[in-house]
T-cell receptor
Framework: AQSVTQLGSHVSVSEGALVLLRCNYS??????LFWYVQYPNQGLQLLLK??????LVKGINGFEAEFKKSETSFHLTKPSAHMSDAAEYFC????????????FGQGTRLTINP | EADIYQTPRYLVIGTGKKITLECSQT?????MYWYQQDPGMELHLIHY???????EKGDLSSESTVSRIRTEHFPLTLESARPSHTSQYLC?????????????FGQGTRLTVV
């Protein structure tokens, strides 16, 4: 069984500050991990994914995430927040078995203060 | 470019009505999914399909049903809508050709049952 926990349902940062969104996973098989972003009244858009290649993964819009097996974590970061980053962020995990169903965390709402 | 479409985007309907939420993708993906997203943002898998004539229940029990007669089409039906069905419904697809392939999402259907 696989699961994802996102620490903090709401994160607020100032424009230009570091963004850090936390994600811890649980998986009985080697995991594949994803970060998605959801803007208001939209579907989900892939930011980046980890598929057992490089542990530091770079995505779109200046985001990156680091896979740390020892900590079972896949935290999302961006050095300098922009107003347009305000959205919902979801961490998800899938494994090598089954229908490759994505299991999502509960989401983190990111607010950017001017 | 992801090409997965959901209609309608918004639907307000009375209790007891039968409704069908449409989902189509033009990417030739074998795997398709329906997620229900509650007001607290969390996404729950309610149905998925490996391919034509294949449908499975997801992790969250749902009174809805799905069909997969054509690769590109994965409609979701509620025979008798109730206020408890009020939610956002997100359709997704993936090609599943390789491990860790991401899912592409439609823009969602926001359903309100009054």
């Amino acid at each position: 069984a696989q699961s994802v926990t996102q620490l903090g349902s709401h994160v607020s940062v100032s424009e230009g500050a570091l963004v850090l969104l936390r994600c811890n996973y649980s998986s009985s098989v080697p995991p594949y991990l994803f970060w998605y972003v959801q803007y208001p009244n939209q579907g989900l858009q892939l930011l980046l994914k980890y598929t057992s290649a490089a542990t530091l993964v770079k995505g779109i819009n200046g985001f990156e995430a680091e896979f740390k097996k020892s900590e079972t974590s896949f935290h999302l970061t961006k050095p300098s927040a922009h107003m347009s980053d305000a959205a919902e962020y979801f961490c998800a995990v899938t494994g090598i078995q089954g229908a490759q169903k994505l299991v999502f965390g509960q989401g983190t709402r990111l607010t950017i203060n001017p | 470019e992801a090409d997965i479409y959901q209609t309608p985007r918004y639907l307000v309907i009375g209790t007891g009505k039968k409704i069908t939420l449409e989902c189509s993708q033009t990417m030739g993906h074998d795997k398709m999914y329906w997620y229900q997203q509650d007001p607290g943002m969390e996404l729950h898998l309610i149905h998925y399909s490996y391919g034509v004539n294949s449908t499975e229940k997801g992790d969250l029990s749902s009174e809805s049903t799905v069909s997969r007669i054509r690769t590109e089409h994965f409609p979701l039906t509620l025979e008798s809508a109730r206020p408890s069905h009020t939610s956002q419904y997100l359709c997704a697809s993936s090609d599943g050709a390789g491990l860790g392939t991401e899912a592409f999402f439609g823009q969602g259907t926001r359903l309100t049952v009054v």
